[in-house]
């Protein structure tokens, strides 16, 4: 398992991400500067939350269009793994790595919280290590309301790339989406913040099966593509 | 010359500060108001006088940065003589 946390202007979740998947994984992962044009050697790729470029124009689109998102893209095609949270899903839709887009909350207000949500889909690497009992996770954001068309969302359910449900949606999602998965089920992205869920003082420890699952997917050891 | 992008949600995606605004003004006694849509309004000034070329070159802005496909739709303006696309 090697791994990188991409560093935004405006990011504010990435030290979070990067203790939280060094816990986990068990050894060192790299920081990389959305400036950069080349990724190190990984398989794993994390786009943390905040506020990339402040918002502006759209959440997310200004950072999609970072030098580093190429090459984000080309490991995606490679089959590399790439987790998205909160802003980093926003970025993974505006890149079109992920299908939909997140727009203001129904209710106007920022939500943080920690939420119920269903492990919809406890096949993917993202997610295999859960069992079938919901799940708490916080969630802290604007735009979280997620949008997709009658179509794209019956492509999402019949090929089960819904990871995540809200229980007790916050904030208008279609379908109670919380989490969704490329066709590949490589990329995943989600608006609950499981790196803020992996320790009993955070309140909850109900984000690690999700980097348990990726360190059973990909392995322990530094072998990378 | 100048160019004006004018981008909107698409039909049938909720613009739920759209709603909020509606009600607002329904609370004050505009009690007509059935609904609200908002657009956003980007000006550009841009080095060339060629219209044809910053019709496409705008449309370009628009399609990798200005506006996302998936929720917006957008309309281009060079009023220098009348709309362009």
Redesign the interface.
């Known amino acids: 398992m090697r791994a990188a946390v991409i560093t935004f202007p405006g990011s504010n979740c990435d030290r979070d991400l990067l203790v939280a998947m060094q816990t986990c994984f068990g050894r060192p992962v790299a920081r990389v500067w959305h400036g950069d044009s080349e990724l190190p050697p990984v398989d794993l790729v994390g786009l943390p939350g905040g506020f990339s470029f402040g918002d502006y ?2 959440c997310g ?2 950072a999609a ?1 970072s030098p580093i998102m190429a090459a984000v893209r080309r490991h995606a095609e490679r089959g590399g793994y790439v987790l998205g949270i909160c802003n980093g899903f926003q970025i993974l ?2 890149a079109g790595l992920l ?3 997140l ?6 207000k920022f939500v943080c919280r920690p939420v119920r949500l269903a492990v919809v889909n406890r096949n993917s690497p993202f997610t295999a290590a859960y069992g079938p009992e919901p799940i708490t996770i916080p969630v802290a954001h604007h735009d979280g ?1 997620y ?3 009658p179509e794209g969302l019956a492509r999402l359910e019949g090929e089960g790339r819904i990871a995540f449900r809200y229980l007790d949606n916050p904030n ?1 999602s279609t379908a109670d989406i919380a989490g969704v998965l490329d066709a590949r089920g490589r990329v995943l992205g989600l608006m609950p913040h499981p790196e803020r869920a992996v320790d009993p003082l955070l309140g909850s420890e109900d984000g690690k099966p999700l980097f348990a699952s990726l360190l059973a997917a990909i392995g322990g050891g530094g072998a990378h593509r | 010359m100048k160019a004006l992008v004018t981008i909107r ?1 698409k039909d ?6 759209a709603v ?1 605004i509606g009600r607002a003004l329904q609370g004050l006694g505009f009690a007509e108001v059935r609904s609200v849509r908002r657009e956003k309004l980007i000006e550009l000034d841009l080095e060339t006088d060629d219209r044809e070329h910053a019709r496409a070159r705008v449309g370009a802005m628009c399609e ?3 506006a ?1 496909p ?2 917006e739709s957008y309309r281009i303006e060079l009023p220098d003589g009348g709309p362009a696309a």
């Open positions: 124009l759209r689109a200004i269009r839709t505006e299908p939909g887009a727009v203001r909350n129904a209710g106007l309301n949008v997709i068309d208008g | 949600f049938g995606v909720l613009d739920p500060e909020a990798q940065l200005l996302n998936v929720i």
